[in-house]
């Protein structure tokens, strides 16, 4: 699917044309059009309607999520994509249907994400097709929403060095962090696995862009250190150390 019409709205120049330039070379909309503020976007969108709106929240006057819920309004409401340096508006930008969430600096792959979500989106509307899946079902999403002292708080699941299991929940380790949620290992695996994520034991599942070593145990069995804080050392099964040799382009006897 092509866009007709993209819109840029960014105060900053640069992100603005840097964006610009990865929309363009992904050939995925017919016109690219800029915004420098929200009143020129709401000029812009008066003059000729737009399919998407990658939209910047941080912006003097009118900030990107007061432009959105105008946008809302509209009869036939543009789809909205937030971008921005600052993860901590995630929660508010979705809550009013925001189709996906950008962090800066963008790159090309996770922008190649978001235009298919999009597609699916403005296909999907005013079909009789089934809902699209839950957020929390959609490997595509790449946040994941915790529990954070009583508020909902989303983290890239990138950030995410290993999950370990509790039952019928999983802890997710990040950098630092640690958080808990209701969620079975075997379901999150389902998801995550073709997102780069590999289980490796009955109790973990790593994140393979996080491996910085990986070492021969006892029976056949490896341990892999991942690049958190603490260098965690996670126990690989032996029935699983196969399959994560392969995924890692290990020969088939590894180190």
Partial sequence: MTFRSVLVVDDEEHAREELAYLLEESGATDEIRKAGSAAAALV??????????FLDIRMPGLDGLQLAKTLAQFTAPPAVVFVSAYEE???????IDATDYLLKPVSMERLTATLKRLEERLSSRGSDEPAAPSRDDDASFPFVAVDVAGKTRLIERAEIRYVESRGDYVRLHTYKECYLIRRSMSSLAE???PEGFARVHRSYMINLRHVIEIQPFFNQTLMVRLN?????????SRRRAR???ERLGLGPTGP
């Fill in 191 to 193: 998801l995550w696995e």
């Fill in 44 to 53: 812009e969108l008066q003059e000729a309607p737009a399919d998407v709106v």
């Fill in 243 to 245: 399959e994560l040799r």
């Fill in 228 to 236: 958190n804080s603490a260098e965690t050392k996670i126990p690989v």
């Fill in 89 to 95: 508006h995630a929660v508010e930008a979705f809550a």
